[in-house]
């Protein structure tokens, strides 16, 4: 079992940036692959980018390429999402999760990961 806990949400400016956490707890977390998800009201769930176990490889949706930067501290247990340039439709629910064996491109990625996050709020300001 690896529980999953985001935190750094909250209100960003226009053009502003963001960095998230994700806190992993439970047997051999750093192990896993993690990948990074948002939800905004009314759309589907939407893969941003994944990162292994060890950091050596990252993938990046092609719809926040370039923005987006995803890292990860095993010594703590905790992976990091860096966002830049926000628009107000970046808002959602961003959450993360982790998975054992995961292709890093899949085309279908919610199903490579076992373990979720609930989340957390991102509101970019017009």
């Known amino acids: 079992q690896v529980q999953l806990v985001e935190s750094g949400g909250g209100l960003v400016q226009t053009g502003g940036s963001l960095r998230l956490s994700c806190a992993a707890s439970?047997?051999?977390?750093?192990?896993?692959?993690m990948g990074w998800f948002r939800q905004a009201p009314g759309k589907e769930r939407e893969f941003l980018g994944a990162?292994?176990?060890?950091?050596?490889?990252?993938y990046y949706a092609d719809s926040v390429k370039g923005r987006c930067t995803i890292s990860r501290d095993n010594a703590k247990n905790t992976v990091f999402l860096q966002m830049s340039s926000l628009k107000p439709e970046d808002t959602a629910v961003y959450s993360c999760?982790?998975?054992?064996?995961?292709?890093?491109?899949?085309?279908?990625?919610?199903?490579?990961?076992?373990?979720w996050g609930q989340g957390t709020q991102v509101t970019v300001s017009s």
């Open positions: 439970g047997r051999s977390a750093s192990r896993y692959a």
């Open positions: 999760a982790a998975g054992l064996v995961v292709a890093l491109k899949s085309i279908n990625p919610a199903a490579e990961y076992n373990y």
């Open positions: 990162i292994d176990w060890s950091g050596g490889s990252t």
